[in-house]
């Protein structure tokens, strides 16, 4: 009974670089998030993903990013052309239902860590 | 700006003893609130919510209280164990919105 699943744990991109990043989410669950993590501060929220749809991009850049989560296969967010300040830690969540609601059961991987240097 | 936040970034306890961490909000329309524990190099690790029509609720070692008078939040983990040392974070859950709202985090450090 795999949790959601992320890779790769750490990966390190030159700047301008593209970085993609990889979700699996839990067997049965058909929301995803993905969230940011700067170093000592809390998870910022950025794509709320269903199959094929994105529901809701309000705390994603503009420029550079683009996430989706295809019929078939992982949520992939896509970094282009990465600036140092992409620094961080990517932290994807999947849920059954989509929240607020009972039992829903949001849970979050362990992350990919990013480092662009 | 920050609609969840947390009063102190560091707490330290000695072993055994009761920790209480405490949270800040600043949105009315928050319908749900978690606490999640994250130890270093993981995901955020869920412990326990509570809804907004609800003012306590218990866990195994845990509560969360809340009081919406003055929209503060508090985690209480009693007899605290080495394995709780992580860094302790709320999130929200708003009306009408898909993501949670994270504080910042207080880092909880157990002394033996």
């Known amino acids: 009974n795999a949790g959601v699943m992320q890779n790769p744990r750490h990966l390190v991109r030159r700047r301008g670089q593209e970085a993609r990043l990889r979700c699996s989410p839990m067997k049965g669950h058909s929301h995803v998030y993905w969230y940011r993590q700067l170093p000592e501060e809390g998870l910022k929220f950025m794509v709320y993903?269903?199959?094929?749809?994105?529901?809701?991009e309000s705390g994603m850049p503009k420029e550079r990013f683009s996430a989706e989560f295809p019929k078939e296969g992982p949520s992939i967010l896509r970094i282009q052309q990465v600036v140092r300040g992409d620094s961080a830690a990517y932290f994807c969540?999947?849920?059954?239902?989509?929240?607020?609601?009972?039992?829903?059961?949001?849970?979050f991987g362990s992350g990919t860590r990013l480092t662009v240097v | 700006g920050e609609n969840v936040g947390l009063h102190l970034p560091t707490l330290s306890v000695q072993e055994g003893d009761n920790s209480i961490i405490n949270c800040a909000y600043s949105n009315s329309a928050s319908d749900y609130f978690i606490w999640y524990k994250q130890e270093s190099g993981k995901g955020p690790q869920f412990i326990i919510d509570?809804?907004?029509?609800?003012d306590k609720r218990q866990g195994q070692r845990v509560t969360v209280l809340l009081n919406k008078t003055v929209k503060h939040l508090s985690l209480q983990i009693a007899a605290t164990q080495p394995g709780d040392s992580a860094v302790y974070f709320c999130a929200e859950f708003v009306s009408g919105a898909d993501g949670l709202t994270f504080g910042k985090g207080t880092h909880l450090i157990i002394q033996p």
């Open positions: 969540a999947s849920s059954s239902e989509r929240p607020p609601s009972p039992n829903y059961g949001y849970t």
């Open positions: 509570i809804r907004s029509n609800m």
């Open positions: 993903l269903q199959k094929e749809n994105i529901i809701d």
